[in-house]
């Protein structure tokens, strides 16, 4: 016999079940009956808790905001300075170019991405939440790294665009991934193309070659 759901629980199944459907198809898109044949209910019990279609979208929306980015806080707890923002940048790098993401997590930056070409509010607030946590720790980092001689003085100044042009530069490799198969441009394997990646992004937010030279025992190219 089938569990009795909650009020709650009911809410959280139809906004799970709801996400992909407005990831693929956008708000206007997708129709109540879709809805309710993917949250396999009816359409009558999705009106009595989402009494229209752009309320369950909002619930959609806030869910996503929900969504934790895993593993940048655990490094934060362990790593300062250079060690985390090159781990936080490998962190990202993996998950972008990865092939078995969260899926939640996907449809969420789907959500972005169908934000950005409209009027960007979602977006902008998606951003604006889920880099705020990590925006106090980057600038810590950023100035232990400069306390440490590990950075070449004319990027100190620019420490917060050069974490969004990073966060940009990644969000591009993300969109390219979403695709099955994904669109790849490039002529190497994965691993050696986050490897050059990782070293292009930590030597133009301003790293000096001896340090990526220590730390990744390669010589950098000029």
Known sequence: MNKRLTYEERKLSIIQAALPLFAEKGLDGTKTRELAKAAKV?????????????????????????????????????????NFLASLIDLFLSECLSTNRNPDLEYAHKLVLKSLTTD???????????????????????????KNGELEEKHMDAKRQNGWIVHHLLIAFSIFNFSS???????????????????????GIGFKDAILHKHFGKKISK
Do not use: C, H
């Open 42 to 82: 009816t359409d009558a019990l999705i009106y009595k808790i989402f009494p229209t279609k752009e309320l369950l979208f909002q619930g959609v929306l806030e869910y996503t905001l929900a969504i934790k980015e895993s593993g940048w806080n655990e490094i934060a707890e362990n790593k300062k300075g250079f």
């Open 120 to 146: 960007g509010k979602f977006a902008k607030r998606y951003f604006t939440e889920k880099m705020s946590a990590l925006e106090e720790i980057i600038s810590e980092s950023y100035e232990i790294a400069w």
């Open 181 to 203: 198969p994904s669109l790849s441009l490039y002529k190497v394997s994965k691993s050696k193309l986050k490897q050059d990646t990782l070293l292009f992004v930590l030597r």
